[in-house]
């Protein structure tokens, strides 16, 4: 199968699980706490509660995000999926203002806000977008959740020098400090999207052994797997990277991870039940 090919049935099947997850968020809202994710804290439960009801209308999800980020405002991927809320309602002012009257309670949330004003500029990389980008890739607070996103701007953007200079800054980083996870997840995932296999795995196993909890880093190694055709290695990452979401509660990545799980049991074995007892 051409390596194009490939590619773009591994993003359909991203795509087809990005629709299952407004599904399941939906499903989040309608169960009780006992029915659903019995073990999720209740300020996670509210998060995921929050997202099943965005696609309802932004004004009234936009209200009700910022009282969920005064109640918690040391949920990270909050301040991210509020961004995007803020830009679809048009109330880039009324946010700023919202985020800023914010005080997380440590660096890393602090940064997830920071990239959260970045976000809500929207998709144009104009200098400020980018400046703040800059800033956020060059903080130490840097997690790889928001190395992924930089990466995936970069990319987007066809790699630019700013993106380059992001680069050079997270190699001299990480050379210096191989505990930095988010320059070294973003160069590894950097060098997936190129195609530079053996580097992105050399990296991205690094990442790994230091933060078996993140789902993110399973589905690069999958990635790579499904390219090189390593369908053994490929389903066990994708069954660890679930564990992983399971564990941290991000229904998100735990639909990312099953969607590519059951696409890679069709597409290598045809076996439909299993592909869909995995979505399941």
């Given at each position: ?13 991203l ?17 009780t ?14 998060f ?20 969920l ?33 914010i ?31 800059q800033?956020v ?69 690094q ?56 696409w890679t ?7 439909l ?8």
């Amino acid at each position: 199968m051409a390596n194009w090919l490939r590619h773009h049935i591994w993003q359909l099947g991203l795509g087809v699980l990005v629709l299952a997850g407004v599904v399941v968020g939906l499903l989040v809202v309608r169960h009780t706490p006992s029915e659903a994710n019995p073990g999720m804290p209740e300020d996670q439960r509210a998060f995921w509660r929050w997202v099943g009801t965005i696609n309802q209308g932004a004004d009234a999800a936009l209200e009700s995000g910022l009282s969920l980020l005064e109640a918690h405002p040391h949920l990270p991927l909050l301040y991210l999926r509020l961004a995007d809320v803020c830009r679809s309602a048009d109330a880039i002012d009324t946010c700023r203002e919202a985020l800023g009257a914010i005080d997380p309670p440590d660096a890393q949330t602090r940064l997830y806000r920071e990239a959260a004003l970045a976000r809500m500029l929207g998709p144009d990389l104009n200098d400020e977008v980018v400046r703040r980008w800059q800033q956020v890739a060059q903080d130490p607070a840097l997690d790889i959740g928001l190395a992924r996103l930089i990466v995936e701007l970069g990319f987007q953007a066809e790699q630019p020098a700013w993106f380059a200079e992001i680069e050079q800054g997270w190699q001299e980083r990480f050379e210096q400090d191989t505990t930095a996870l988010g320059a070294g997840f973003g160069l590894g995932y950097s060098a997936v999207r190129r195609n530079q296999w053996s580097i992105g795995e050399h990296l991205l196993g690094q990442v790994r052994a230091q933060a078996p909890d993140r789902p993110e880093v399973y589905r690069e190694l999958g990635r790579i797997y499904f390219f090189t055709g390593q369908t053994d290695r490929l389903i066990a990452v994708l069954e660890d990277g679930i564990d992983a979401a399971v564990a941290t509660h991000n229904l998100e990545q735990e639909l990312a991870l099953r969607g590519n799980l059951g696409w890679t049991l069709v597409l290598n074995n045809g076996d439909l039940n299993k592909a869909e007892e995995s979505i399941k």
